[in-house]
């Protein structure tokens, strides 16, 4: 292994700030009882304070009220209440049309994939060459039967962030249910559900450097969610389960570290890194809008050469990133993003993931591109396509 | 997990590149995953035989298909021709200490990309060309079309990379 470490994947899992560790920490060892009622033992009564305390912290951050945010066990967990809980609620009372767009993140997409086996209809937006919805056909599409539309915040692979606003807009003036992934934007990008008019909002933990298996849902007042996941009456009885205490207070105490500052040094580093591996590495796209995206993502495809080879080659030199090559996956399925935004399967083969965090300097993007032009000439090299030796 | 082996052929390839004015020129690819391979030979007749004198590959693709391509020109060199479209899947990955199981398509592509060289060869030579190798021929140019590639792309020169 090499000595030094770039870990250059923040979107997929961040490293936990100490920060965060020693605000949980309490929780495992001192205050480890079950969140009472207030009429409870002393114990239980301080637990319940922490979980409520990190509620206000996280619904803050939203602009929601206290009881509009639930605590769930990460992003897939609040994406399936999200869709199936709507579904379970309105499917037999208002249609049973669901919206959601072809680049949807796994828990949003596999959702809406289990959904039509149950008997929903879905339609899949459409995307442009940057990875932004169609809005015609999404005001096409809405019809007295749907019952949810589901547009992700900001794609988790190219980055790009859709126009919620007016998404949230449309949704509201055909008034039919609108909920969003924010798993990549949260903290990141400012969100005020007083602004953008959705009415559910999925946020995670672990993008922050908070936690992992812990996420959360914002639910607007009055919107329809069923519940089912049974057992207890926590989370204002919409989701049954022990209060993951030290998870939810690690989740605000990240969401406290977050800065605007950090977020501009994020911003930077990526900047930086589409500059100059554009400039100094022929044949190179940029995957996803080249402004309008996340502060932390950086997607480039690399022409004539596989991804899986780059990673690989890049991790003997200490760098983790990751790609959209079907070599790569274990489905061997090339990214479903890439191939929406017409990206043919050259592209997505030789697509990489750059994503940043709090642990990142300059010098880790330097010197990523400096090992790329190296490793990118030689597999070219050996590559049948493109120029000859 | 890699083997060792295919660690040491996908970082260090054997017989990497292309030969000037090959006697056959093969080309494989993959229309799942879009890994493509060249390989070019040279051929040599010594008592009525006919040797493969010297083998080069070109290989865009994961780990596994470059070492499955180094490892293929490594099985197919000095063999002759009857011998090497004999060359299987499971010998380039037993000689590589073994593949992935999801991996195990990229070592039939090796195969495929080696006998489309020696089937070049030989219908260019008017040899008569045996019923499986015709067989697999047709099969590799269908899957290989598959990937949007053919022959002229790889032989088309793209100006200015790096």
Not at chain 1, 15 to 32: N, Q, S, T
Not at chain 1, 132 to 151: P, W
Not at chain 1, 165 to 181: A, M, S, V
Request: hydrophobic fraction near 35%; aromatic fraction near 6%.
């Amino acid at each position: 292994m090499p000595e030094k470490t770039s870990y250059l994947d923040n979107a997929a899992a961040t490293r936990l700030d100490e920060r965060v560790m020693d605000a949980m920490k309490p929780y495992f060892f001192d205050i480890y009882a079950v969140a009472t009622s207030e009429f409870g033992y002393s114990l239980g009564i301080e637990a319940r304070e922490a979980v409520d305390n990190s509620r206000n912290i996280i619904a803050n951050a939203l602009g929601a009220d206290s009881d509009e945010f639930i605590f769930t066990s990460g992003s897939t967990e609040s994406g399936n209440i999200a869709l199936k809980g709507v579904a379970l609620a309105l499917g037999n009372k208002k249609g049973k049309h669901i919206i959601v767009s072809k680049i949807e993140d796994f828990p949003v997409l596999q959702s809406a994939k289990a959904l039509e086996k149950q008997g929903f209809f879905v339609t899949y937006l459409n995307v442009d060459k940057d990875g932004f919805v169609d809005l015609e056909q999404l005001k096409e599409s809405i019809t007295g039967e749907t019952i949810l539309v589901s547009v992700q915040h900001a794609n988790q692979e190219i980055g790009t962030v859709q126009d919620i606003e007016e998404i949230g807009r449309i949704c509201r003036e055909k008034k039919t249910f609108f909920h969003t992934d924010a798993t990549h934007t949260f903290a990141r990008l400012p969100i005020d559900v007083k602004k953008i008019q959705a009415d559910m909002i999925t946020v995670s933990a672990n993008t922050i450097h908070g936690p992992k298996g812990v996420g959360g849902l914002y639910i607007r007042k009055e919107t329809p969610v069923a519940k089912w996941m049974d057992g207890g009456f926590q989370e204002f009885n919409l989701r049954a389960g022990q209060e993951n205490i030290p998870g939810a207070v690690g989740f605000a105490k990240a969401v406290e570290l977050v800065t605007p500052e950090e977020n501009a040094k994020l911003k930077d580093m990526r900047d930086r890194l589409i500059d100059l591996v554009l400039e100094k590495i022929p044949h190179t796209t940029l995957n996803g809008h080249r402004t309008k995206r996340t502060p932390q993502n950086a997607n480039i495809t690399f022409h004539f050469v596989e991804g899986e080879s780059l990673t690989l080659h890049l991790d003997m030199r200490g760098f983790s990133v990751s790609t959209g090559s079907a070599c790569f996956s274990r489905s061997l399925e090339s990214s479903h993003v890439i191939r929406g935004i017409g990206g043919d399967h050259e592209r997505a083969h030789g697509s990489l993931r750059f994503t940043f965090g709090r642990y990142n300097s300059m010098d880790d993007v330097d010197s990523v591109v400096s090992a790329l032009e190296d490793i990118v000439r030689s597999l070219r090299k050996i590559s049948p396509l493109g120029k000859k030796d | 997990m890699y083997s060792e082996k295919v660690i040491d052929h996908f970082t260090n390839p054997r017989n990497a590149g292309e030969l000037k004015n090959p006697d056959g020129v093969g080309l494989a690819g993959n229309p799942v995953c879009g890994d493509v391979m060249k390989i070019t030979i040279k051929v040599r007749k010594e008592n009525c035989k006919d040797f493969i004198d010297d083998v080069k590959f070109k290989t865009m693709g994961c780990a596994a298909a470059i070492a499955t391509s180094s490892m293929v020109t490594e099985l197919a060199k000095g063999k002759t021709i009857n011998d090497a479209m004999k060359i299987t899947r499971i010998d380039i990955s037993d000689a590589l200490c073994g593949l992935p199981q999801v991996k195990m398509h990229c070592s039939n592509l090796a195969a495929d990309a080696l006998n489309e060289a020696i089937y070049d060869y030989m219908s260019k030579r008017n040899l008569t060309i045996p019923d499986d190798l015709e067989s697999r021929h047709k099969k590799t140019i269908k899957e290989t079309e598959g990937t949007g590639h053919k022959h002229d792309d790889a032989d088309a020169p793209v100006d200015e990379c790096g």
